[in-house]
Nanobody, 125 residues
Framework: QVQLAESGGGLVQAGGSLRLSCAVS????????MGWFRQAPGKERVIVAA????????YYSDSVEGRFTIARDNAKNTMYLEMNNLTLEDTAVYYC??????????????????WGQGTQVTVSS
């Protein structure tokens, strides 16, 4: 059973930074494509960033390109999301997701089999 646990969320002022972590319990974490999604109040869950199993390929949504950085440490079974210059529009529950297949990344929610419980990020003015 693969389990994902997000951490690092919290309350931050606009312009500030946060780093989210996603710890994955999997024997072969390095075979999993990973992604970060977020769901704002009253909105659908959307892709934020994704990373291939060895970190060579990365994807960012237009809304976070240049501000967020996705990374992974396969030796620690952990994925990260460094978030800088946060805005009010970044307020959401952030989820990490994993899928054990392929060599690339996935941007569609339905491609991921495993999900964390989510961590709240609140950006205040």
């Amino acid at each position: 059973q693969v389990q994902l646990a997000e951490s690092g969320g919290g309350l931050v002022q606009a312009g500030g930074s946060l780093r989210l972590s996603c710890a994955v319990s999997a024997r072969t974490f390095s075979t999993y494509a990973m992604g970060w999604f977020r769901q704002a109040p009253g909105k659908e869950r959307v892709i934020v960033a994704a990373i291939s199993r060895r970190g060579a390929s990365k994807y960012y949504s237009d809304s976070v390109e240049g501000r967020f950085t996705i990374a992974r440490d396969n030796a620690k079974n952990t994925m990260y999301l460094e978030m800088n210059n946060l805005t009010l529009e970044d307020t959401a529950v952030y989820y990490c997701a994993a899928e054990d297949s392929g060599t690339y990344y996935y941007t569609q929610e339905g491609r991921y089999s495993y999900w964390g419980q989510g961590t709240q990020v609140t950006v205040s003015s």
